[in-house]
């Protein structure tokens, strides 16, 4: 069964840089999302990316946040200068057509960042 | 956002039935309901959704009461492998389009041998 996978499994940055995080959607969905999951926290929505532009994001996707999908394929979550509380689980998801709304969403298995 | 209530957990013996709740009282007429699980280390994995008729695949089926107040996933026969956090979530109903889920913190269910 296709699924969704995410690189690095765990990325240690320290604070202040920059991390782009990676994934490779199922190969014929056309919308992607982000969503984090702070240790012990629930599941929180990022953003969501449909035809090479960001269809909706939350109030914590700040300008600190971007998302692109560079070659068709991978779909990354770059943070410019991180911080201690971006410390979290980063979940990928995909799903096929948004035309009928309630698809079901696919998601990787996640990248740990740790921010020393 | 609508918002569902769950147990925070649950307990279930192998190969015993299992019934997780979920109340969301203030659901509208369009969302569905989806489930999802996420096992330990693991991104959530879509369970089942529904609108208003049971629904039945082979993970699970979903149970939606009349006024679609509340629902029930059941697990027929729980494995040591179900033992996960389970949501009930509706889509954001504040948005036009986009299925930006709102988790809760879910329902742990434990599986003993």
């Known amino acids: 069964e296709p699924e969704v996978t995410q690189t690095p499994s765990h990325q240690v940055t320290q604070m202040g840089q920059e991390v782009i995080l990676r994934c490779v959607p199922i190969s014929n969905h056309l919308y992607f999302y982000w969503y984090r999951q702070i240790l012990g926290q629930k599941v929180e929505f990022l953003v969501s990316?449909?035809?090479?532009?960001?269809?909706?994001k939350s109030e914590i996707f700040d300008d600190q946040f971007s998302v692109e999908r560079p070659d068709g394929s991978n779909f990354t979550l770059k943070i410019r200068s991180t911080k201690l509380e971006d410390s979290a689980m980063y979940f990928c998801?995909?799903?096929?057509?948004?035309?009928?709304?309630?698809?079901?969403?696919?998601f990787g298995d996640g990248t740990r960042l740790s921010i020393l | 956002d609508a918002k569902t209530t769950q147990p925070n957990s649950m307990e279930s013996n192998e190969e015993e039935p299992v019934h997780l709740p979920c109340n969301h009282s203030?659901?509208?007429?369009?969302?569905?309901i989806h489930w999802y699980r996420q096992l330990p280390s693991q991104g959530p994995e879509y369970v089942i959704h529904g609108l208003t008729s049971n629904v039945n695949n082979r993970m699970a089926s979903l149970a939606i009461a009349e006024d679609r107040k509340s629902s029930t996933l059941i697990l027929h026969r729980a494995t040591l492998r179900d033992a996960a956090v389970y949501y009930c979530?509706?889509?954001?109903?504040?948005?036009?389009?986009?299925?930006?889920?709102?988790f809760g913190p879910g329902t742990r269910l434990s599986v003993l041998p």
């Open positions: 998801a995909s799903t096929q057509n948004q035309g009928r709304i309630n698809q079901p969403q696919h």
């Open positions: 203030t659901i509208s007429g369009t969302d569905y």
């Open positions: 979530i509706l889509r954001d109903p504040s948005k036009n389009y986009g299925q930006n889920f709102v």
């Open positions: 990316f449909y035809n090479n532009e960001i269809s909706e």
